[in-house]
C-alpha cells in the first residue's frame, strides 16, 4: 500500500542532472536575461488571474538586479494561482478549492498558507474577494465535516486519499487525510483574520462560519484532554512509525496541563510528546484574533470570552511547561513536552515550528526568548540542522537527514534584521533550485539536483511573499 511519501517520491521527485546545473554566479548571470524563459502556464490555461497580483508581480520584478533572482520570483509568486485555484457555486455562494500542488487535494494548512501572500491585495481586486470569501467558505464547510481532519477532497463522493483508505480512524465523507494536527484549524482563523483587517469586508463570515468557529474550540477544549483522551483516534498499517499512534490510536501519554494535545505536527508526522509547543503558541494567536473577530464582526461577547479565556488558560501552561535551559542556564523554547518533566529539543522546517513562531505572530522577533531558540534551531543543537556543501537550514523527519527545506530559509530571511543573513538566504535559494526555477519541499544539503516535490505551491509561494517584503521593507537588498 503506497503511504504519502511514496507518492511524493513517484510524481513530486526530479533528478536534473549536474552537467544542467550551473550555480556559480559569474556564469549563471552571463547569460543575462535571455536565459531566463518564463516558467507560468500560458495565460489561457492559468487557474486564475488576479490583475493585482499581476501588476505587483511587474513592479517587484523590475527592481530586482539579480536575472535568476527575478525569474524565479515570477514563476513562484503567482504559482498559487496560476495552477492550483478551483472556483466554483456551492449553495448558490462562491466556492474556492486549492489543491496543494502535487496531491489533488486540499490541505487547512496549506490552501490557508498558499493565498495569504495575497491578502493585502485583495482590498483592490473583487476577483479576489471571491476568491478569499470562497476559501474562506469552504474551510469553515471542511471544519464542520470534520475538525479533526487534516486534508479534504473536493466533493463527499471522491475517495479519500489512496493512502488514508486503511486507516483505523472516524472517516468521513470528503474527507481526504484525518491527521489530527493543531494547526489545520489555526490557519482558516489566521486567513480570515487577515482578510478582514485587510478588506473590511464581512461577507463571508456568516453563521455557518460562526458555527465552525464553535466547532474549533470545542475541538481544543477537547484535546486539552482534562477528561480522558477525547474521541480521536488513529492508526494506519504502514512501514513508517511516524505515520501512526501508539497505544490504539490515542497517542503517548501526556499529563493535562491545560496545553492542547496533537496527535501530528505539521509535517503530518506523529508527535513524540503530544503537548507541541510551536503549534500551542499558534492556537493562543488563534484565539486572540477569533476574539477579535467576534467582537468586531457579531458583537458577540461572550464567546469572544470564551476564546480570551482559552487563549489565557493555554498560554499560562506553555509559558509554565514549555522552557528548557541550554548549557548556561538560558531558557529557550521546547518544541514537545508530555507533563511529566520530559521535554524534546528539534525543530521541523514545517510551520508552526519554532523558528516560525514570530513570522506567525505569536511572539515580536526581537522577544530574547525567542532570539534565543532561533539561534539555537539553526544549530548544531538541533538534530535536523544540515550544513553541506550547497546551504545549511532545518529540515525534518518526514524527507530524512541531510534534506534541507527551503521554507526553513525563507523563515530565516523572514525573521532576520541582519541584511547578511538574508542576503545569504537569497543566495541558497537561489542556488539550489536544481535549474528549475522553483522551490522545492526538500534538497539535499550537497546535491541540489536531489530534491522533492517538483511542484508544491506553498513553498513556491512562500519564496514570493519574502521578495515582496523585502521590497517593501529593504529594497536595497535586492538591487
Known sequence: MPSRRDVLKWFGVAAVSAATLDIAPSRAFAAGATRYASQRPPVGKRKFVSQAVERQLATVKSAIADPKLAWMFENCYPNTLDTTVELGTLDGKPDTFVITGDINAMWLRDSSAQVS??????????????????????????????????????????????????????????????????????????????????????????????????????????????????PYHFQRPSKIPTDTLMLDGYGNPARPNGMIHSMFRPSDDACLYPLFVPANLFAVTSLRQLAQMSRGMHRDEAFAAECTALANEVEQAVHRDGRMRDEQGQEHWAYEIDGYGNQLFMDDANAPSLLSLAYLGCCDRKDALYQRTRDRVWSTHNPYFFKGKAAEGIGGPHEGLRMIWPMSLMMYAQTSDDPAQISQCLR????????????????????????????????????????????????????
Not at 464547510?141 to 463522493?157: E, S, T
Not at 475541538?219 to 477525547?230: A, D, L, N, S, V
Not at 539550489?432 to 539536483?449: I, L, Y
Open 117 to 230: 501572500p495575497y491578502i493585502p491585495l485583495a482590498k483592490q481586486d473583487p476577483s479576489l474577494q471571491r476568491l478569499f470569501r470562497g476559501l474562506i467558505r469552504r474551510q469553515a464547510r471542511c471544519i464542520r465535516i470534520d475538525p479533526y481532519a487534516n486534508a479534504f477532497m473536493p466533493d463527499p463522493h471522491s475517495q479519500p486519499l489512496s493512502w488514508s483508505l486503511h486507516d483505523d480512524t472516524d472517516m468521513k465523507p470528503g474527507v481526504g487525510e484525518r491527521k489530527w494536527e493543531i494547526d489545520s484549524l489555526c490557519y482558516p482563523i489566521r486567513l480570515a483574520h487577515g482578510y478582514w483587517q485587510a478588506t473590511g469586508d464581512t461577507e463571508p463570515f456568516d453563521d455557518d462560519w460562526r458555527a465552525a468557529m464553535a466547532t474549533v474550540v470545542k475541538t481544543f477544549r477537547e484535546q486539552q484532554r482534562k477528561q480522558g483522551h477525547g
Open 428 to 479: 541558497w535559494l537561489r542556488d539550489t533550485d536544481a535549474g528549475t526555477g522553483f522551490m522545492h519541499e526538500t534538497f539535499d544539503q550537497d546535491d541540489p539536483s536531489h530534491f522533492t516535490r517538483a511542484w508544491f505551491a506553498w513553498a513556491n509561494t512562500l519564496f514570493g511573499e519574502l521578495i515582496v517584503d523585502l521590497h517593501r521593507t529593504r529594497p536595497a537588498l535586492l538591487r
